[in-house]
């Protein structure tokens, strides 16, 4: 099936007063739709462009800025990705994935802030107690760069968090400490998802005791302690998932893959095949079928439903940094890692225009005339928004529906 180049503003454009008609949504959620359906359009704004060489006009129309608008991830990525290129260490690196059972899902739909917290809070502390453990033979400070996901290939509710985790740790006397096998194996990922399963368990405990869980809708049930123990005792019977993939190549996979988990959506406008009487064909991975590439189609307002079930909360940090990696710690660890493997120290991190970030990825000036390739594209008028930015203004259901 041909692409002819469909999006996620499209359907909200198309089906989302629809949808709104049936379900009720927070005003955060009502931000993110309007953000979406005005972006890139004489909404928000813009300017008019004139090349001068050849006169050439073009306009461009703003962006929303909205972290879950496709449309808006692709410059963003490339900086951050620009900006961690410093941060690269010569050691080899590991992807490890801590998952929680399904069982769980409908309880992290009604908590999402607390329990996505809490779920960052026993990764991190799985691994940082790995790391000191003696029979675990690492017994050094590690590093690590956690990213939360929420979603399948089918953009169903799958909450996750990616690690980028280099093998090894820094010393207490700053040297550099490989993980097992000259870092070829970090930990037995059994042993992971038995402790993280214990702390995640641990916690949700305390949490239920102090009555900070949100038990409405489906989980009204839980409200009675007997039914919850229930549930606690099946999920400390299940297998819960760690995956610990084998070590990148290099540090071009790293920072390749850093950048595919940090700023990506729960689906990317180019996995949007079709979009026709309602109904929405998207493309996606299938995993348990050797990779292999399939197409799916739903609703279009299954669709909205599903993308905006992973939403994050407002002002929420997915991608959080842990150890020797931690804002506060990180230049002073990784000055003396540096040092340790004879690095240069005064390596400072890059501060590129969106010009040069560009061109830097693409080989191609984004302000250079597209007709005669010759002149460079300039201001000439300014384009004011349509009654305000999106950002700075507060939508409401009724004004959408409209």
């Not at 909200?12 to 005003?27: A, W």
């Not at 890692?337 to 080989?363: A, C, H, P, V, W």
Request: aromatic share 12%; with cysteine.
């Amino acid at each position: 099936m041909q692409n002819t180049k469909y999006s996620v503003a499209d359907i909200f454009r198309q089906y989302g007063k629809s949808f709104l008609k049936e379900q009720r949504v927070s005003s955060h959620h009502l931000k993110v739709i309007d953000s979406i359906i005005k972006c890139k359009t004489f909404m928000l704004g813009g300017h008019i462009e004139k090349c001068n060489k050849c006169g050439h006009k073009r306009i461009h129309y703003n962006s929303c800025g909205n972290r879950h608008c496709p449309s808006c991830q692709g410059a963003n990525k490339e900086k951050w990705i620009l900006d961690r290129s410093h941060e690269v260490l010569p050691v080899k690196y590991f992807h490890v994935t801590f998952t929680v059972p399904d069982t769980l899902h409908d309880l992290f739909r009604y908590n999402k802030k607390i329990l996505y917290n809490l779920l960052f809070t026993c990764v991190w502390k799985t691994l940082d107690d790995f790391s000191k453990t003696p029979d675990k033979k690492l017994m050094a400070k590690m590093g690590v760069i956690a990213v939360l996901d929420t979603w399948t290939q089918k953009i169903l509710y799958h909450p996750h968090i990616h690690c980028i985790v280099p093998a090894g740790g820094i010393t207490s006397n700053y040297k550099w400490k490989h993980s097992q096998t000259k870092g070829n194996f970090l930990f037995n990922k059994e042993a992971l998802a038995a402790a993280f399963r214990g702390k995640f368990l641990f916690y949700l405990d305390k949490l239920y005791k102090q009555y900070k869980l949100n038990l409405n809708g489906k989980n009204q049930i839980l409200k009675n302690p007997y039914k919850f123990q229930k549930l606690k005792d099946n999920l400390y019977s299940k297998q819960w998932i760690v995956n610990v993939k084998k070590p990148f190549a290099g540090p071009e996979q790293v920072l390749e893959y850093l950048g595919r988990y940090t700023h990506r959506i729960a689906i990317s406008n180019y996995r949007i095949l079709n979009l026709i009487n309602g109904m929405v064909t998207f493309s996606y991975i299938d995993r348990k079928n050797g990779n292999k590439i399939d197409t799916t189609t739903i609703s279009a307002i299954e669709f909205i439903r599903r993308f905006l079930e992973h939403v994050l909360p407002p002002k929420f940090v997915k991608v959080r940094h842990y150890g020797f990696l931690a804002s506060r710690v990180k230049s002073d660890y990784l000055r003396k890692i540096r040092e340790y493997f004879n690095l240069d120290t005064t390596q400072k991190k890059q501060k590129l225009s969106f010009q040069q970030i560009i061109y830097l990825k693409t080989g191609k000036d984004p302000y250079l005339c597209p007709l005669c390739n010759k002149g460079l594209m300039e201001i000439i008028e300014q384009i004011p928004p349509v009654r305000g930015s999106p950002r700075k203004r507060i939508i409401t259901q009724r004004e959408l529906i409209a």
